[in-house]
């Protein structure tokens, strides 16, 4: 569904990303490891048409990311594409209810209904109960169930999940991962993981090593 071969991209004398290519099927998690600066981040950006790189090729279903015209990159990140970072970046002034349907909204679906799906989507990540409160009031395990949800109540085919339980602590990262996992499959979504803890990658079904910008495949975690 998503391929990537052969990414470069250099940030002025600095190189990310020096031969980086995966392939993430449709609705399997894909756990991107390695150490800091490796590149985890930027080839996660390339795959999502967020960076382009200086050379080498993203095709998503089949069609080319460099093909594409800006505003068909950017409708498939609002459409297809669902983001989740390590901080759960919820608008401070807006209840979870309200962070969950934006975009939805965004996307011209009515208030009442967008709100409904909102709220559907907070009971899968078991945040039912938080709707009417506002970010400044939730603990960070709790935004980044709210994150998740936001993620994917537009329904999309691949999420994008940048160290999601990077400043969680373990258990509330465990129970964000199981949240996660089991409403990707739900929603036979694919899930691309960046992430540094093995723990964490354990979750997927498959993982690519990134090392110096360089991309390796291993076996199947399980
Ligand atoms: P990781 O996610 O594995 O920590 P990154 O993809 O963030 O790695 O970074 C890879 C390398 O590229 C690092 O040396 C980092 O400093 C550099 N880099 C990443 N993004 C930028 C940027 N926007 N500008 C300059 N250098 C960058
Ligand atoms: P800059 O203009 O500073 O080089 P970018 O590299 O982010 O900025 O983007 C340059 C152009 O490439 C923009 O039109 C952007 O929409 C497009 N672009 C961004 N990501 C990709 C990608 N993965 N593949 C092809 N084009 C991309």
Redesign the pocket.
């Given at each position: 569904m998503l391929v990537a071969a052969g990414l470069h991209k250099t940030y002025g004398a600095t190189p990310a990303l020096a031969g980086a290519s995966v392939t993430v099927a449709a609705g399997e998690m894909l756990a991107v490891m390695g150490p800091s600066g490796s590149g985890k981040s930027t080839l996660l950006?390339?795959?999502?048409?967020?960076?382009?790189?200086d050379s080498g090729?993203?095709r998503y279903r089949g069609r080319?990311?460099?093909?594409?015209s800006?505003a068909e990159?950017?409708a498939l990140r609002r459409g297809a594409f669902g983001f989740v970072f390590q901080f759960g970046q919820l608008v401070p002034e807006l209840t979870c209810r309200e962070n969950v349907a934006l975009p939805l909204r965004l996307d011209r679906t009515g208030r009442r209904e967008a709100e409904r799906r909102a709220d559907e989507w907070l009971a899968r990540l078991e945040v039912a109960e938080l709707a009417d409160k506002r970010p400044g009031e939730i603990s960070g395990g709790q935004g980044q169930r709210v994150a998740v949800a936001r993620a994917l109540v537009t329904e999309p085919r691949v999420v994008f999940a940048d160290e999601p339980t990077g400043a969680l602590d373990s258990l509330n990262g465990e129970r964000v991962m199981r949240l996660l996992s089991r409403a990707a499959r739900d929603s036979g979504a694919a899930v691309v993981l960046v992430t540094h803890e093995a723990r964490v990658a354990a979750y997927a079904d498959r993982e690519v090593v990134v090392r110096d910008g360089r991309t390796r495949d291993l076996e199947p975690v399980r």
């Open positions: 950006h390339c795959l999502a048409g967020i960076v382009r790189p090729e993203v080319s990311l460099s093909e594409l800006d990159r950017s």
